[in-house]
């Protein structure tokens, strides 16, 4: 079972920052914090990972605070394409596996 | 050019029939995997291949089988199907899991009648 704890839906109005937060309070010191989503129907799509400084790529920024027992995934501008159901793995238990939790559905609206 | 691509798509067929679903990578990633997205939307690992090497066979029935002929590809033939097997397959592709994550396919639904 997924070790991270999401809320399962959000809500974002179109441009404005979706920030969707995770628990992963069982997360080791070398495991890193993956972050993926799914739009409707098509496969899981990586965003961005971090371990212990934040991180910001293309797509969006991860903040992960300092105890590593949460994080923040920020998209700066949310479009409409946005709207998908967002993961987030922490820990990961299995040296070869990740496992996905039941993710937060953002809702972006115009 | 697609990175982890499956073949087909669509599949519908009927109670007790055999099938593949097929799964070829051109990352030259080391590591394949097959997922399954039930219709609640949960996403479980079924199987890892690690060079041609099975890796992780997690609870599914035996009449699942992967194959893998070469690290490029990895096949999931399923035997006497069940209604219980319609779902959406994904097949993804890491090589290191711990710092790079997986890429995924876009999925195979498969529809058993």
């Known amino acids: 079972d997924a070790k991270t704890t999401q809320p399962p839906s959000m809500d974002c109005a179109e441009g404005r920052a979706a920030n969707l937060p995770c628990n992963h309070s069982?997360?080791?010191?070398?495991?890193?914090v993956y972050w993926y989503r799914q739009i409707h129907s098509q496969g899981p799509q990586y965003i961005i990972h971090?371990?212990?400084n934040n991180e910001t790529n293309e797509m969006a920024s991860l903040i992960i605070t300092e105890d590593r027992k949460s994080s923040t995934l920020i998209l700066p501008h949310a479009t409409l394409r946005d709207t998908a159901v967002y993961y987030c793995?922490?820990?990961?238990?299995?040296?070869?596996?990740?496992?996905f939790g039941t993710g937060t559905r953002l809702q972006v609206f115009p | 050019d697609t990175a982890v691509s499956q073949t087909p798509k669509y599949l519908v067929t009927q109670m007790g029939n055999d099938k593949s679903i097929k799964c070829e990578q051109n990352?030259?990633?080391?590591?394949m995997y097959w997922y399954k997205q039930d219709s609640k939307k949960f996403l479980k690992i079924m199987f890892s291949?690690?060079?041609?090497?099975?890796?992780i066979n997690e609870t599914v029935p035996n009449r699942f089988s992967p194959k893998s002929p070469d690290k490029a590809h990895l096949n999931l033939h399923i035997n006497s199907l069940e209604l219980g097997d319609s779902a959406v397959y994904f097949c993804?592709?890491?090589?290191?899991?711990?710092?790079?994550?997986?890429?995924f396919g876009s999925g195979t639904r498969l529809t058993v009648v």
């Open positions: 993804a592709s890491s090589q290191d899991l711990k710092v790079y994550g997986y890429t």
């Open positions: 069982t997360i080791s010191g070398n495991e890193y």
């Open positions: 971090g371990l212990k």
């Open positions: 793995i922490g820990g990961i238990y299995n040296t070869d596996k990740l496992i």
């Open positions: 990352l030259g990633h080391d590591t």
């Open positions: 291949y690690n060079n041609k090497e099975l890796i």
